[in-house]
């Protein structure tokens, strides 16, 4: 497998067995881990708003129940895949266990583009792929939620489809939804503001001082634009931001209101006034203390690690750097925090949405993120524990704690 053809369904066989090693994994558990419990493919025709019908194809997998319900989310794009289906399944499953949610991970997509689709196509494609998948999901077995290209509005139609199905309001079926229909307040930032929370903590065991330290973002998007803010808070200096146009670099810092303001303008934040134009390349090599990835997967690689100078890399993308990538980081004292840990706020005020349906009693914005920081606190500490006591990277010790965490539900259950 080369970096050229990642296949990420191998990757994540590949870090379970990785963590297994120093957990003393039970071969038939990891066997297990290693597949998902139920993988559905499904086939579903839809009206076009020409008349004509077209069949849509649909996947759900669902890798491991043994905690409680799967959750995670559902993707609408051209290039959905099953093995990338599955591995973002496996990838939830360890995501949950890591902050220790009653959950195991879950997967969906439609191999669809959304960009060619009017605001009906897209609901009635909604609507058909939650009634091709229904059996199979509900507040007690899975509960999806946004992802690439889905957001709250096509979560109001899944839940609809499936409520009406059921012949009553099942809001706890899907999560991510408006806050009319039960969504949780909150969950807007619940992806940067977990990020900064761990981001918090790994400086604190770097002696890093939040208080002037220095910035760079890839990905100048909802949770890279909100991180910004969050992290500017604190004292951070934003140098660096980057959306999928190209990139800016002002070691000054830059005024992100100012920023702000342009790309709602401009649609990227591109050609801001007094910053230097980068790459989404170079941005990743900027001299800073910390980076966070809040883009695209296997932005760092073998070629390009070795030059990145940040302290700490915070992984609010899924994905952004390779195997290979978070060996030479690891090599050459960089602090990672794994994609699992770092943005796993998404998933833990999902879960906060979830009970809060179950309860039909909600929350303020301050109650959601004061539970939010307790969880991700805790679990940063326990992961960085784990590092400590096996001397490795965060990544592979979120694995063996959330692992571990899995294992022992299924061994009590008697599945092995």
Not at 70 to 96: I, N, Q
Not at 215 to 242: D, E, M, R, W
Not at 247 to 271: A, F, M, Q, W
Not at 371 to 399: C, E, G, P
Request: aromatic share 8%; with cysteine.
């Amino acid at each position: 497998m080369t970096e050229e053809n990642l296949n990420p369904f191998q990757i994540v066989q590949q870090q379970i067995s990785d963590a297994g090693k120093y957990l003393g994994l039970d071969s038939a558990i990891e066997e297990i881990l290693k597949e998902p419990k139920r993988v559905l493919e499904v086939t579903f025709p839809v009206r076009m708003d020409d008349g004509t019908i077209k069949v849509f194809k649909g996947i759900r997998s669902q890798h491991n129940d043994a905690i409680g319900p799967c959750k995670g989310g559902v993707r609408y794009h051209p290039d959905v895949t099953v093995d990338e289906v599955k591995a973002l399944s496996m990838w939830m499953t360890f995501k949950c266990g890591v902050v220790g949610l009653p959950y195991g991970g879950g997967k969906g997509g439609v191999i669809c583009n959304p960009k060619e689709l009017s605001q009906g196509e897209l609901q009635r494609i909604s609507r058909g792929y939650v009634e091709a998948i229904a059996s199979i999901i509900g507040p007690d077995k899975d509960i999806p939620a946004p992802d690439v290209y889905t957001n709250a509005q096509i979560m109001a139609w899944m839940m609809d489809a499936f409520s009406r199905l059921q012949g009553s309001n099942q809001f706890g079926v899907v999560t991510g939804k408006p806050i009319i229909v039960g969504g949780s307040l909150g969950r807007d930032k619940a992806t940067a503001q977990g990020c900064v929370f761990v981001v918090i903590k790994a400086a604190e065991k770097l002696g890093i001082n939040l208080n002037g330290a220095t910035v760079a973002i890839q990905g100048y998007g909802n949770a890279g634009s909100q991180a910004a803010f969050l992290l500017n808070k604190l004292g951070c200096k934003i140098v660096g931001l980057s959306d999928s146009q190209g990139g800016i670099y002002n070691p000054d810092g830059i005024d992100l209101d100012k920023v702000y303001e342009h790309k709602s303008r401009t649609r990227s934040c591109v050609n801001f006034p007094g910053s230097q134009s980068i790459s989404n390349a170079e941005l990743l090599e900027l001299p800073v203390d910390i980076l966070i990835p809040a883009a695209l997967e296997n932005q760092i690689t073998a070629n390009n690690a070795a030059r990145v100078k940040a302290k700490i890399v915070a992984e609010a993308a899924n994905g952004p750097t390779t195997p290979e990538a978070s060996r030479i980081l690891y090599a050459n004292g960089t602090t990672v925090i794994p994609d699992i840990l770092a943005n796993a706020g998404g998933v833990t005020v999902s879960y906060f949405e979830w009970v809060q349906n179950l309860m039909n009693y909600y929350w303020s914005e301050e109650e959601v993120f004061e539970k939010l920081r307790t969880i991700m606190y805790n679990a940063f500490d326990n992961v960085y524990a784990a590092s400590q006591q096996h001397q490795v990277d965060l990544r592979t010790a979120a694995f063996i704690v959330s692992i571990s965490r899995i294992a022992e539900a299924i061994k009590v259950r008697g599945h092995v």
